[in-house]
């Protein structure tokens, strides 16, 4: 009676393992420039202008670390979906933001910055800026 219970017990606990989904992540980056735009699977983020830039410039000691602005516009299939404006913290991994809102699937930013980093000697010019990420697509396989 045990081993036929054992055996029960193997064919549903094997028969649940068959059944599990896997799930296949697939990355895409780019370092962009203004006007520039990551392209996957028939939907973009373009860089379009950093609105505001009040990250603490290296050489000084700021009580703030500050934050970066930047617009962006994400569209699929060539059209528009929205614009959204991005918080960037003075380190890449204070970026947050839900892609899947727009494109209604399970997309997120693992790394995100804005370069180049701000000094007092000079000002950024607003055609220097590069904005990099890496957008990560959870698909489901099976």
């Known amino acids: 009676m045990k081993i036929y219970i054992l055996i029960v017990l193997f064919f549903i606990f094997s028969a649940g393992i068959q059944a599990q989904e896997k799930i296949e992540i697939i990355k895409y980056s780019a370092e962009t420039a203004p006007g520039d735009a990551l392209s996957f699977d028939g939907k973009s983020v373009e860089f379009k202008e950093v609105i505001l830039d009040s990250r603490c410039p290296e050489n000084v000691t700021c009580v703030r670390a500050g934050e ?15 614009e959204e404006v991005i918080n960037v913290g003075a380190n890449s991994s204070s970026f947050q933001t839900f892609l899947g809102d727009f494109f209604k699937e399970d997309y997120a930013v693992n790394v995100f910055s804005l370069l180049p980093y701000p000094e007092t000697s000079r000002k950024i010019a607003a055609s220097e800026y590069r904005l990099q990420l890496e957008i990560s697509q959870h698909r489901k396989e099976g």
């Open 68 to 82: 970066a602005k930047v617009l962006v516009a994400l569209y699929e299939n060539g059209k528009l979906l929205g």
